[in-house]
């Protein structure tokens, strides 16, 4: 039980990657409170679930590209749970369009998610953690923006390079008050978000090629990076800061 009595919020949590890691936490005493931006009956079972657990939680609607949003989101967190512990930005987006497709529209709205989501969400929750001199973020960026080109991944890739400089800023200006930042970079993991830019045989053609380029030759599950998010959540992770942890069964172009 690492986190109980902790509170952590996590967006994106109503599926994928979000939704795991906010179930993660909730088996080891986890409160979480489960940001959401369109699907309120998918986030409405994440609590369903987490409460199964016997922990807590609460769904918060939020687009992370809005500050208003991530105020109230985090004003409800604090609200509902007396303080915030743990902050996991998992929110993302992905249009899939290649350089030539990809539109002033497209651009604007992947950087606003997946980046200024990540700042406006660490900046808000780091004004809750100062106060207490301890805090826990870890975001979730993509092996995408670790230095690969991936066909149809202008913006995306671009967002998720940020995320992981963003990851090295905020470590390098919260650690006075005891504040981890780290990140997490994954590889291939079945989320819908990934099959839903493609058609079935698309799909299956891409884990196959996928599970050709990794050392273990499997294609990753949400709670694949749900554990290592744990770890980096946990104070097992206590003298961590700054990093990007790869989980990506070991893409042999990494390695």
């Not at 030539?100 to 953690?129: H, P, S």
């Not at 805090?135 to 960026?141: D, E, M, Y």
Request: hydrophobic share 45%.
């Amino acid at each position: 039980m690492r986190f109980d009595g902790k509170t952590a919020v996590v967006t994106g949590a109503s599926r994928g990657i979000g939704r795991a890691t906010a179930l993660a936490l909730s088996r080891e005493g986890c409160n979480v409170a489960v940001g959401y931006e369109k699907n309120s009956q998918k986030a409405d079972d994440a609590v369903r679930a987490i409460r199964s657990l016997k922990a807590q939680a609460i769904a918060v609607r939020c687009d992370v590209s809005k500050r208003s949003d991530v105020e109230a989101m985090f004003k409800a967190a604090a609200a509902e749970f007396g303080k915030v512990d743990i902050l996991v930005n998992n929110a993302g987006i992905d249009f899939g369009r290649p350089m030539l497709e990809t539109t002033d529209e497209i651009w604007d709205r992947t950087l606003d998610v997946n980046l200024k989501g990540v700042f406006l969400c660490t900046q808000i929750a780091a004004r809750y953690m100062v106060q207490r001199k301890y805090g826990k973020i870890v975001n979730i960026s993509s092996n995408s923006g670790f230095g690969i080109a991936v066909w149809g991944e202008t913006a995306y890739a671009a967002s998720k390079a940020g995320v992981i400089q963003l990851t090295k800023t905020a470590a390098f200006e919260l650690g006075q008050y005891g504040i981890n930042v780290n990140c997490i970079a994954p590889g291939a993991v079945h989320t819908d978000m990934l099959k839903g830019k493609m058609t079935d045989q698309e799909y299956a053609k891409f884990l196959e090629d996928r599970k050709r380029i990794t050392s273990l030759g499997i294609i990753g599950e949400p709670e694949d990076i749900a554990a290592a998010v744990l770890f980096l959540a946990s104070d097992d992770s206590r003298f961590i800061t700054g990093k990007t942890l790869l989980v990506d069964g070991g893409r042999r172009d990494f390695l």
